[in-house]
């Protein structure tokens, strides 16, 4: 028995570590591509810095194949709490990494991702706070900052668009976390973009929380919803279907409006979200 045991950890250890190294002699790292052209649209991150993403080109057999992974990362939802966002890679493009890292569904290689390893595949950075909702035309006068979440979104698939995605055959919008809610928000505003022959499909990953009251009895995500849309005038670009039917801010939570998303959305959600747990 003891025997056996101690084979198992060897083979155990052997096994972890051969694991180990050849997934860290395959890390694949993405140079950054800064928008810049986005500032003449107003497409700012939350400092006014240009909006950024990492694209790696698809080869073969995915040529005409996209994958869109939008970054996590909460909200800010009050002045201080972006103010404080905007002096770090969540909210400005001048805090990012010269390169980004492409795991799972975004690396290159067929033994790591075997579906999706030779699609372009793009990571969008996440410096708006509003999981690419906001818009306001006004920039906070005090503290310059600036709400434009939405115009991020449309400038980035636009340079997106001329970069190859206007002839996709297949596209798929994702995300974990913040973007995951952003996947399900933008999910039928994506397939708009893209040709009406192409496939397109949205996986929002984590994207779910909750409306029910903390052991205080508040209703603390409701009201962090609420303090979002209103900061960053989220309300007209939320689906219209939704917001015709409840307030806006409701509209954050997946489970509501998820009915009123028309595009195929593949959903994956851990019952025992560690952040919601917490
Ligand atoms: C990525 O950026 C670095 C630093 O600017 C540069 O040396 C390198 O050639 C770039 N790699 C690619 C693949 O463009
Ligand atoms: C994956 O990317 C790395 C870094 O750019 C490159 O060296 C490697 O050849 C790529 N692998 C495949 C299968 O394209």
């Known amino acids: 028995m003891t025997t056996f045991v101690l084979a198992l950890l060897a083979f155990l250890a052997v096994f972890c570590t051969t694991h180990v190294v050849s997934n860290k002699h395959d890390s694949l790292y993405v140079n950054i591509t800064i928008l810049q052209s986005a500032t003449t649209q107003g497409a700012v991150c939350l400092d006014g810095s240009p909006p950024a993403y990492h694209l790696d080109r698809g080869y073969g057999t995915g040529l005409r194949r996209w994958i869109i992974y939008l ?16 002096t770090s890679s969540l909210g400005s493009s001048n805090h990012m990494k010269q390169r980004g890292f492409f795991a799972g569904i975004l690396h ?49 698939m636009e340079d997106l668009w001329r970069k190859g995605m206007k002839s996709a055959e297949n596209a798929i919008l994702s995300g974990t976390s913040a973007g995951g809610l952003a996947t399900i928000l933008n999910c039928d505003k994506f397939k708009c973009l893209l040709p009406e022959s192409a496939k397109v499909k949205c996986v929002a990953d984590a994207a779910f929380f909750i409306n029910s009251k903390t052991i205080y009895g508040t209703s603390y995500i409701q009201e962090m919803y609420r303090k979002i849309v209103n900061l960053h005038g989220s309300a007209k670009n939320l689906p219209s ?29 851990s019952i025992y979200d560690s952040w919601q747990v917490k």
Not at 121 to 149: A, N, P, W
């Open 71 to 86: 970054d996590g990362g909460s909200w800010c939802e009050s002045i201080p709490d972006c103010l404080d966002r905007s």
């Open 241 to 269: 279907a939704c917001t015709y039917v409840m307030e806006p801010s409701l509209c954050l939570f997946s489970q509501n409006v998820i009915p009123y998303i028309q595009t195929p959305l593949f959903i994956i959600n």
């Open 108 to 156: 290159n290689t067929s033994k790591q991702n075997p579906e999706f390893h030779n699609w372009n595949r793009v990571r969008v950075k996440y410096c708006d706070g509003s999981s690419f909702t906001g818009d306001v035309e006004q920039v906070h006068s005090e503290h310059k900052l600036y709400f434009r979440g939405a115009r991020i979104f449309k400038a980035i």
